[in-house]
């Protein structure tokens, strides 16, 4: 089992920047593709970014260039910088962790998710 415990949300303005973490309990975590999903009100969740074991990382093209995923295995945690954030980046952010490689945009294929952390932009 793995228990994901997300923090590091908040209310800022756009352009601002915020950092969000993702604490994993676990003695595998070292193996485990990391990812974080968002949920605006009134739609999906969606994919933002995806980290593998070796540390390979994939990014909605949304997101791409403006937001980093990263991973700390001594720490069992996985990171999400989000700089020149918009206010269509509003939404509840979600850590998800699954042992599979591929398909990681999929949200069913992670088997473990947290319970999220809000994060909302002023425009």
């Known amino acids: 089992q793995v228990q994901l415990v997300e923090s590091g949300g908040g209310l800022v303005q756009a352009g601002d920047s915020l950092r969000l973490s993702c604490a994993a309990s676990g003695r595998t975590f070292t193996t485990y593709t990391m990812a974080w999903f968002r949920q605006a009100p009134g739609k999906e969740r969606e994919f933002v970014a995806a980290i593998s074991w070796s540390r390979t990382t994939y990014y909605a093209d949304s997101v791409k260039g403006r937001f980093t995923i990263s991973r700390d295995n001594v720490k069992n945690t996985v990171y999400l910088q989000m700089n020149s954030l918009k206010f269509e980046d509003t939404a509840v952010y979600y850590c998800?962790?699954?042992?599979?490689?591929?398909?990681?945009?999929?949200?069913?294929?992670?088997?473990?998710r947290g319970q999220g952390t809000q994060v909302t932009v002023s425009s």
């Open positions: 998800a962790a699954k042992v599979a490689l591929g398909d990681y945009g999929s949200v069913p294929s992670y088997q473990y």
